[in-house]
């Protein structure tokens, strides 16, 4: 297991951009593949972006995808999600997320068994 926790959640307004990070401790870092995850008000934690245990490999949600990127660095332990052009549909809860599927680039929440407790992003009309 690796413990994980996210910062850098706030609130933004529409256009804006934000960049959280997710700070890890535990077993090696760079056995795991990393994920980002949100949830909304209602709604099921669904897939934002997803990065493999070198970083060479980048993988996002369409709803994401030229918007957002998400990269690594495993010397520090720390995995980022950078946020531009946020929309109102971009808030929600941002977790962090470690899989010890290392040749599986999932998407899949209950491939990811580490979880961090959450940073909420808001993004105002």
């Known amino acids: 297991q690796v413990q994980l926790v996210e910062s850098g959640g706030g609130l933004v307004q529409a256009g804006g951009s934000l960049r959280l990070s997710c700070a890890a401790s535990?077993?090696?870092?760079?056995?795991?593949?990393m994920g980002w995850f949100r949830q909304a008000p209602g709604k099921e934690r669904e897939f934002v972006a997803g990065i493999g245990w070198n970083g060479a490999n980048t993988y996002y949600a369409d709803s994401v995808k030229g918007r957002f990127t998400i990269s690594r660095d495993n010397a520090k332990t720390m995995a980022y999600l950078q946020m531009t052009s946020l929309e109102p549909e971009d808030t929600g809860v941002y977790y962090c997320?470690?899989?010890?599927?290392?040749?599986?680039?999932?998407?899949?929440?209950?491939?990811?068994?580490?979880w961090g407790q959450g940073t909420q992003v808001t993004v105002s009309s």
């Open positions: 535990g077993r090696t870092f760079s056995s795991y593949v």
């Open positions: 997320a470690a899989s010890s599927l290392v040749f599986r680039l999932s998407r899949n929440p209950v491939d990811f068994g580490s």
